[in-house]
């Protein structure tokens, strides 16, 4: 399932003086904006072009991609102008683009491959935006894709001196909690850092160059085991297979860890934390990390499910709680209760004095930040994987 704490509406200068979105921002940034304005309504033909074009110019690219690639497609251009139009913005432009960097190594890709993308990039804006392309708008485009690719490429170069661009990791457990979702366990073929709330991509054997998120289902072991949460969803190819059909003993692929959705240790703030589904998999790893500092802090987690037996990981949760003074746990089942976890959350608190963590359905995460703002919990205190990234949303 890239984890981000969510974006407060304010404006941010950009390296040259100029304004963010909430000033107008920019004259590249303006020109870029226009552009996608345009585009919009036809994306999936700007899409199907660009690719089109990309691979008919370089046929050598056409293998670091999957066979299906309507989600690909979707991930690598939107993530092209989701930075394009953030180029007024350089801390967010840099944490979003070094995740995005390291994550292509998986696929092969290299600093030789990013001048034909943007080529057939401004190609396939110049064909489609042509009401207000021009000389001035393509020099824009080509200094923010300048600027985008070199970030990329610097932090896939760093990342390769310090980490694989995969592990290979065995399953040495495999656990069916319900008939549609399983715990999986697996040891990597090398050490595996990472931090509990953090996720990771996972590609299986049996679909090459296909890779879905999962978040870490505990903090890091001293046996360097992982585990993950995963629910197999009618059209998932990945989550599928890692529950109906993989067995101990077969060997999948990890890309690196990514995301924020981790605990701020500096402060004592209790924590609020809501989890849907198989979503509790990183709740349960924050728990488990607070308890490692010994901190005492508060935890107060809220367990959401549709039915009873999707409550998979209730025992653990409850177990925890009565090993921890500090933890408390709520489950909330929609179909015994008719209320959601943004409604049970309105029940309980003040919660003004917490950092929120929210995981599971986009659907969840989108109340629940609705929720959480209303009931006082500043923007900046509210950590959730991005939404277009959950595992826990099917795949």
């Known amino acids: 399932m890239n984890a981000s704490t969510t974006p407060d509406d304010k404006s941010t200068e950009g390296t040259d003086g100029t304004k963010g979105a909430g000033d107008g921002g920019s004259p590249d940034a303006l020109l870029i904006r226009r552009t996608m304005a345009e585009v919009a309504p036809i994306a999936d033909q700007v899409i199907s072009y660009f690719y089109a074009l990309l691979f008919v110019r370089r046929p050598d690219l056409r293998p670091l991609f999957p066979a299906a690639m309507d989600m690909q497609r979707d991930r690598l251009f939107r993530a092209l102008l989701g930075a394009a139009e953030h180029i007024d913005d350089p801390e967010a432009l840099v944490a979003q683009l070094h995740s995005l960097g390291r994550g292509h190594r998986k696929y092969g890709a290299t600093a030789a491959h990013y001048p034909a ?94 890779w879905r998120h999962y978040s870490f289902a505990s903090t890091p072991r001293s046996d360097g085991l992982l585990t993950f949460h995963v629910k197999a969803v009618p059209t998932g190819w990945v989550s599928t297979a890692l529950v109906h059909r993989a067995r101990r003993g077969d060997v999948i692929r990890l890309g690196p860890p990514a995301g924020s959705m981790t605990v701020d240790h500096t402060t004592d703030n209790g924590l609020l934390c809501l989890g849907g589904g198989t979503g509790i998999a990183p709740i349960k790893a924050l728990v488990e990390d607070v308890a490692e500092h010994g901190a005492r802090r508060t935890v107060e987690v809220f367990y959401g499910a549709r039915t009873g037996n999707d409550l998979y990981d209730i025992e653990t949760m409850l177990r925890l709680q009565q090993s921890h003074p500090w933890l408390s746990v709520r489950a909330v089942v929609d179909q015994q209760t008719r209320r959601r976890l943004p409604d049970a959350l309105r029940e309980h608190g003040p919660w003004n004095g917490y950092d929120a963590y929210l995981s599971g359905p986009p659907g969840m995460i989108r109340s629940g930040v609705s929720a959480l703002r209303y009931a006082g919990i500043p923007s900046e205190r509210i950590r959730h994987d991005a939404v277009e990234d959950l595992g826990v949303a099917g795949d």
Do not use: K
């Open 117 to 210: 993308v943007g080529e057939c990039l401004m190609n396939a804006l110049s064909r489609h935006a042509s009401v207000h392309w021009d000389a001035e708008t393509e020099a824009a485009w080509v200094r923010a894709y300048t600027a985008i690719s070199q970030i990329m490429i610097d932090a896939a170069a760093a990342d390769e001196r310090r980490a694989p661009a995969w592990w290979h990791a065995e399953i040495v457990a495999h656990e069916r909690r319900t008939p549609d979702v399983a715990v999986v366990t697996v040891r990597p073929d090398q050490p595996y850092p990472f931090l509990a709330g953090q996720y990771t991509s996972l590609e299986t054997p049996w679909w090459p160059r296909i």
